[in-house]
Nanobody, 124 residues
Framework: QAQLVESGGGLVQPGGSLRLSCVAS????????IGWFRQAPGKEREGVSC????????YHTDSVKGRFTISRDNAKNTVTLQMNSLKPEDTGVYYCATARVSWLSLASADYTNWGQGTQVTVSS
């Protein structure tokens, strides 16, 4: 059964860092553009970062540029989101997903298989 599992969330103070992992089972991540999304309470799901299949091209939403890094290890079937200089507005449930398109996109509609999410809370 194709499945994505996120981990690495938690409570962190403003300015801190977290490293989120997205691990696939039942299929190979290497064939897909992978995206990270987040959803804060009362808000719509927002695309954060995405990464291409082979050449490592990435795209980030403006609010996280320079702070977040997305990377992938196809041999380990894993995509990682390194989050630095975290701010309270980064709080939310973070999800990874596989794209059904071959280009970099942060639109939720372009993604199909979703993980269950991991909670990130940035608070002092």
């Amino acid at each position: 059964q194709a499945q994505l599992v996120e981990s690495g969330g938690g409570l962190v103070q403003p300015g801190g860092s977290l490293r989120l992992s997205c691990v696939a089972s039942g299929f190979s991540l290497g064939y897909f553009v992978i995206g990270w999304f987040r959803q804060a309470p009362g808000k719509e799901r927002e695309g954060v970062s995405c990464i291409s299949t082979q050449n490592g091209r990435t795209y980030h939403t403006d609010s996280v540029k320079g702070r977040f890094t997305i990377s992938r290890d196809n041999a380990k079937n894993t995509v990682t989101l390194q989050m630095n200089s975290l701010k309270p507005e980064d709080t939310g449930v973070y999800y990874c997903a596989t794209a059904r398109v071959s280009w970099l996109s942060l639109a939720s509609a372009d993604y199909t298989n979703w993980g269950q999410g991991t909670q990130v809370t940035v608070s002092s």
